[in-house]
Every structure is written in C-alpha cells, then in structure tokens.
T-cell receptor, first 114, second 113 residues
Framework: DVKVTQSSRYLVKRTGEKVFLECVQDMDHENMFWYRQDPGLGLRLIYFSYDVKMKEKGDIPEGYSVSREKKERFSLILESASTNQTSMYLC?????????????FGQGTRLTVV | SQKIEQNSEALNIQEGKTATLTCNYTNYSPAYLQWYRQDPGRGPVFLLLIRENEKEKRKERLKVTFDTTLKQSLFHITASQPADSATYLCALEEGGSQGNLIFGKGTKLSVKP
C-alpha cells in the first residue's frame, strides 16, 4: 500500500520560530510537492521537487524554503514563523509517467503559529 | 488570466440522486484532468483521471466527462449515498508540466438520507 507520511498531524509554534515539516514517501517517486490549504483559497503550491537536490518555486514560496537530500524525503522549512502561516500543510508525491500523474497525499499537518 | 473554477462551493442532494459537479478552466491547455475526494482534516485522495482525447471515463458509480472545446469537466456520482459526502477537487495537468497539478477550490457535497 502506497504511503506518504507527514511527521506531525498537529503543530503549535511561536512567532519567529524556525519550523520544519517533514514528509516521507515509500513509492520511489521522483516528484514531491508541498501545498498549503486555506478556507476559500483551496490548495496552493509552495514548492516542488523533480529529483534529489532539485527544487522549484510554486505560487507562494515567500517565507518558505525546502530541502530534498534523499529521494524519499522532502522537508518544508518556515524560516521565521508568522501568524499568517497558520494553515493546513499537505505533502504529495507522484511518478512522472507518460499517461498523467496521480498524486498521493499525506494526511496533512495543521500548523498553528501563535 | 488563468483560472480554474468549481462552480458550486456546496451542493446538497438527496440520497439516491445523481450528483453533478462542474469544473471550468480558462487559459489552460490541460493534457489531463483529475478528480480527488477530500474528507475533513485529511489529504485528498485520487479518484479518476481523464485525458484530453477522452470524452468520458467511468469507475463504478463515478463518471467524468471532459470537453476541451467548452473547457469543462463534469463529475457525476450516481445513486449517491451519505458516505459520498465530502469535498471534491478537480485538478489540471498541462502537458510537459512534469506532474505539476493546478487545483480548483473544491465543491463540498452533502448527501442527505
């Protein structure tokens, strides 16, 4: 059974803290993605990665960075957490095949910045 | 500007009826269109994928249509059940995008017994 695992379901952090969100997939997928989801705004892409050590900015990268040192792991870093980064964070992975690419999502991390 | 719109934020229907959800897009050229289901507090789960050269795809009680002229996809759930209540998301994938999906905001479906 394919699996994308996010390190925490719920997280509460203080303003200004450096926050690490971890995501691990066991499907040997090349592609990995970080989204945030907010009411009324839907899923918005923060960063994605097509391969180890490669990263591309999505639609809303400001205030975030990522790290992909191993194929199975994609980390999202909030350099200095702010209250407007309170959100549901979703990690996904996919295999870039020829016939469209189904994305597999983790269970999500609900981050609250106080 | 580029847009992907799911016409209803919420849809309420009676058990046993067919639910029809709409996804429209502007200024995209998707090679594939996907539908996902998301339950509260969970990540989306893939349901169906349809290619630009396909008109219709079925899976059990689910049916998806894709009209590239109208720039629209319709998602149908026949004989709906209360367990079908969830938020449904459509997602576009443009050719050559290496799997980068663009999501609509979703439609929350409620099926009443």
């Amino acid at each position: 059974d394919v699996k994308v695992t996010q390190s925490s379901r719920y997280l509460v952090k203080r303003t200004g803290e450096k926050v690490f969100l971890e995501c691990v997939q066991d499907m040997d997928h090349e592609n990995m993605f970080w989204y945030r989801q907010d009411p009324g705004l839907g899923l918005r892409l923060i960063y994605f990665s097509y391969d180890v050590k490669m990263k591309e900015k999505g639609d809303i990268p400001e205030g975030y960075s990522v790290s992909r040192e191993k194929k199975e792991r994609f980390s999202l870093i909030l350099e200095s957490a702010s209250t407007n980064q309170t959100s549901m964070y979703l990690c996904a992975s996919s295999f870039p095949g020829q016939g469209g690419t189904e994305a597999f999502f983790g269970q999500g991390t609900r981050l609250t910045v106080v | 500007s580029q847009k992907i719109e799911q016409n209803s934020e919420a849809l309420n229907i009676q058990e046993g009826k067919t639910a029809t959800l709409t996804c429209n897009y502007t200024n995209y050229s998707p090679a594939y269109l996907q539908w996902y289901r998301q339950d509260p507090g969970r990540g989306p789960v893939f349901l169906l994928l349809i290619r630009e050269n396909e008109k219709e795809k079925r899976k059990e009680r689910l049916k998806v249509t894709f009209d590239t002229t109208l720039k629209q996809s319709l998602f149908h759930i026949t004989a709906s059940q209360p367990a079908d209540s969830a938020t449904y998301l459509c997602a576009l994938e443009e050719g050559g995008s290496q799997g980068n999906l663009i999501f609509g905001k979703g439609t929350k479906l409620s099926v009443k017994p």
